[in-house]
């Protein structure tokens, strides 16, 4: 009896599990299917679930007409860039506001932690308007100074939860060995290197995946995003060409594949670590 | 050391002044002082299409997006979204982090496939259920046709439906970042807790109703007021990708209707009136659930 009970149970639970596998599962199959099928076979009715042809032709088209490799590059530019930017300078306030007190410190401290509340819609005008002033409108540091709008409020935020809880002791003892405080602050960073990493990933993830500041920034393949390339695809006259959508959108996203577990594991941890 | 303290603290003062500087002058330029703008253009009449100069005019914005009806649909809209969808992902994370919670096979696979759909682009995932939600050419119409016999429906062109694509697609997206949250709650409850209880003889609900549930407070109450001001103010790409805010306003929300307002009609001061709107309500929400939670 216990037994039949607890049988039906496990069926239950992984038959959930399933259903739950299935919904994330099918739009991503589907998504991948799309991009490997000739296009006739992609605007067939009705659709046709499982793939019968196979062709790269759709991805072929992504390279010659999108250009894709250029937008993947201004990505990787982009991206590097505001990481790059973020987390030295942000890792470096981090530090000088776990350590130091000075006047409006506490200030800054406490715009760090409201500016993640204040919507990104508020900065859509503005930053277009100072952007065109300074002649950044579409060009890669455009975008990375705009994204700096959330990078670097978060590094700050969360480097500095980390460096609040190593010891003052370690930098102390190489401060009487006769280190400069920058030398002493770079033996707190390799403490914090686990902190790096998880404000790494995470702005990674933003970065990577933002649409709207690259959208109002970008004009041309100069410093047009892969997300802003393959929305404007929607745009094509006559047909949306849904092969080169879903192959764009495939390729984009190989990296969060490859990157999956870690990401997933840190979401976590700095949301239940900051707060 | 006493004696030199003073001279000490100034000297250090400065070494974290010097740290902070470099991030203060970014986020001034990028940040408070587009901000401040912002404000500002709120209270101005400042049109390029006609180019007009710009002209101060006081709450003149305000009180026209209050009386104009477009506006009231949009804030609605955004009202709306946020009470329906907020909710759906709050039960299913809670549903998806209480099964992984569980011991299952192959935990930390399962995880990172449930988690995808937030790690994804924002922007991909919409191309995504905008190419589910296609009429003719649509797995979903489809499928929903040959299961369970249902008509074709037109998923982002019926005015009454348009709304609910968007939220089954935001849904999608979001409810997972729940799971991972509530996840990581549900671990840090102690186990002693559990045992006390089944010492106690409780149920398996009894459980989840008194050691569960309140355990998760801290962890469930930021999860939903950090969710509730995200769909309010940044509903953005979802929108723009699946529908555009059509059909006839049915799905425009405040993000998205500031940024047309602003950046496509170039009403550059009603534009930034919409996105003060939003901020203004947001804090309200942020201090109502605040005030709540305290209350209780």
Redesign the interface.
Known sequence: MIRTKKFINETLLYLAVCLALFSVLFPLYWMFSTSIKPPLKIFSIPPKLLIEEFTLENYQRLFAEVPFLHNFLNSTIITGGALALGLSLGSMAAYGLSRYQFLGSRYFLSFIVISRMIPYVAFVIPIYLLETNLNLIDTHLGVILAHSIFVLPFTIWLMKSFFDEIPKAYEEAALVDGCSRFRAMFVAMRLALPGLGTAAILTFLDSWNEFMFALIITRTDASQTVPVAIVGQLQRPYQVPWGVITAGSFLFTLPIFALGYFIQKYVAKSFVLGR | MRTSYGLHLKK?????????M???I??A???L???A??IY?SFSRWNLAPPSPIEFIGLENYVDLFSDATFQKVLYNSLFFTGVSVPCEFFLGL??AL?IN?N?KGK?V????????????????A???R??YAY????LN??LNRLFGIEPLLWMSDINIAMYSVIIADV?ITA??MM??L???LQ?IPTERYEAAKVDGASSWQMFRYVTLPSLKG?LL??LMVRT?DAF??L??VV??ITGGGPAYATEV??TY??KV??AFFR?GA??A???I??LI??VM?VAILRGSRGR
């Open positions: 250090e003062a400065m070494f974290g002044i010097l740290l902070v470099p991030a203060f970014i986020l330029i990028v940040y002082y587009p901000l703008y912002d253009l549903a998806l099964l569980k299952i930390n399962i995880t990172t496939i449930l988690a995808l759909p937030m790690m994804i682009a924002p922007v991909v995932a191309l995504t259920w190419w589910l003719d050419y649509g797995i489809f499928l999608w997972p970042f991972l949250i996840y990581a709650g840090m962890v930021v999860a001001i103010t940044k953005f790409d723009y990708v405040l993000p500031a940024y602003g950046l550059l534009g930034a919409i996105s003060i939003t901020l947001a804090a942020i």
